[in-house]
């Protein structure tokens, strides 16, 4: 799957060219957004692992999860790189627009945005999910996340969902999402869990279990 520019309109190539085709068989999509990418790390860890290739990992997992209960999956990337081109005077916001522009193109059910998260305090801990605050849809679909994750995960690595009104994506995109902070690389244990390969298989379960009590709700 690419993101092609032609002139001032953007396109989708590969998987993304065979959306429309798609969706006239199968009526749930899902974007699953990994988050940074590219020259952009996200937060590192105190074990020096990069939030990017986390999230990576987690949202490939989930695909393959999700993929394997009937859903339809589109990941805004498949690979270490960034929606912007090289020469962009502002690469953050460039990806960021372009994130909401194929989630738009895509129309999908819902969308799964996938971070980690930091803090100052190191022994902060937990997963946590926000959403748009006005979106009855999007509070829904975290409400569902929750729930999902919390009987998942092990005791005591779950907070609440919260509203959010700043993030870019949860303002510009019209498409239920939800952006899931999986867990804390400031916190060590935390840390070494999400760069597990085990755990990061129970995360991807989770999410998908959430998504899926929303799809049928």
């Known amino acids: 799957m690419a993101v092609l520019l032609l002139g001032s309109v953007y396109i989708l190539s590969g998987k993304g060219a065979e959306l429309a085709a798609v969706r006239q068989q199968e009526d749930r999509i899902v974007v699953l957004d990994p988050g940074h990418g590219g020259r952009d790390p996200g937060k590192v860890g105190v074990n020096q692992a990069l939030e990017k290739d ?6 490939g997992k989930t695909k393959n999860v999700m993929e394997a209960e009937g859903i339809t999956v589109v990941m805004t990337r498949e690979e270490d790189r960034g929606l912007y081109d090289e020469n962009a005077d502002n690469k953050q916001v460039q990806d960021l627009q372009r994130r909401c522009e194929f989630i738009h193109k895509t129309s999908p059910d819902c969308v799964v945005s996938i971070h980690q998260n930091s803090y100052s305090d190191g022994s902060v801990r937990g997963a946590q999910i926000f959403y748009y605050e ?8 975290a409400d569902c ?21 700043s993030y870019y994506l ?20 935390e840390a070494e869990l999400l760069t597990d390969n085990d755990y990061q298989t129970l995360l991807a379960r989770a999410v998908c279990r959430g998504v899926k009590g929303y799809l049928e709700s």
């Open 145 to 165: 996340l929750q729930e999902a994750m919390t009987e998942e995960l092990p005791e005591g690595t779950m907070r609440e969902p919260k509203g959010n009104t």
């Open 170 to 189: 949860l303002k510009k995109t019209d498409a239920p999402l939800v952006i899931v902070e999986c867990g804390f690389l400031s916190n060590a244990e």
């Open 54 to 59: 986390i999230n990576l990992a987690i949202a």
């Open 134 to 141: 006005d979106s009855v849809e999007g509070k829904r679909l």
